[in-house]
């Protein structure tokens, strides 16, 4: 089985750019989709991208995601920081046997 | 939009069952694979358990595998989690997850959630 491995927090100011890595600790990045999924606080997830770097609809543009096969890893980028962002970020992916869940990444915007 | 209602928590004993079940509206139902995740209280997320669209195909994380069983049926819209021989460690917050799609890989691919239930095991 592979890891995902996510930092513990980040923070940022409102308005600013902000990424969480994720990263695969065996197999390519490349070879299964990644998914990214905010968390607040007494919430359920919502997912925000999917299939690498598609947006559901609904989901701003201000959140986007890709990968970096030379660090085998993803990266979700959030850019023009809203109070609103503040939240719990967690990657995904999987193979054929398991679903992995990165350990979270908690926004902070202050 | 999507519409996923989780039920069935509650508090159980160490060694006791519980069944929970998600009731899924607003799509096409058996044209999509079905997952169980769950939150312990202030932990992270962990895939438990996942079922195909036509319900053929199911998959376990290994600490479940033996103790629950995830079945569909596709004529209610519903998904059900059986959980035997709980244990402490099964506490947590159980999410039903919609897949994008019926079979693997994209099977895998979450698209949407519901609000949760509560399972609680302890004395």
């Known amino acids: 089985n592979f890891m995902l491995t996510q930092p513990h927090s980040v923070s940022e100011s409102p308005g600013k750019t902000v990424t969480i890595s994720c990263t695969r600790s065996?197999?390519?990045?490349?070879?299964?989709?990644v998914q990214w999924y905010q968390q607040r606080p007494g919430s359920s997830p919502t997912t925000m991208i999917y299939?690498?770097?598609?947006?559901p609809s609904g989901v701003p543009d201000r959140f986007s995601g890709s990968i970096d096969s030379s660090s085998n890893s993803a990266s979700l980028t959030v850019s023009g920081l809203k109070t609103e962002d503040e939240a719990d970020y967690y990657c995904?992916?999987?193979?054929?046997?398991?679903?992995?869940f990165g350990g979270g990444t908690k926004l902070t915007v202050l | 939009e999507v519409q996923l209602v989780e039920s069935g928590g509650g508090l159980v004993q160490p060694g006791g069952s519980l069944r929970l079940s998600c009731a899924a509206s607003?799509?096409?139902?058996?044209?999509?694979?079905m997952s169980w995740v769950r939150q312990a209280p202030g932990k992270g997320l962990e895939w438990v358990s996942i079922?195909?669209?036509?319900?053929?195909?199911?998959q376990y994380v290994d600490s479940v595998k033996g103790r629950f069983t995830i079945s569909r049926d596709n004529s209610k819209n519903t998904v059900d989690l059986q959980m035997h021989s709980l244990r402490a460690e099964d506490t947590a917050v159980y999410y039903c997850?919609?897949?994008?799609?019926?079979?693997?890989?994209?099977?895998?691919?979450?698209?949407?959630w519901g609000q949760g239930t509560l399972v609680t095991v302890s004395s």
């Open positions: 299939l690498h770097n598609q947006r």
């Open positions: 065996s197999g390519s990045i490349a070879s299964n989709f």
């Open positions: 995904q992916s999987y193979d054929s046997t398991n679903v992995v």
């Open positions: 079922i195909s669209g036509d319900g053929s195909g199911t």
């Open positions: 997850a919609k897949g994008v799609d019926s079979v693997y890989p994209r099977s895998r691919v979450v698209d949407s």
């Open positions: 607003r799509f096409t139902f058996s044209n999509y694979a």
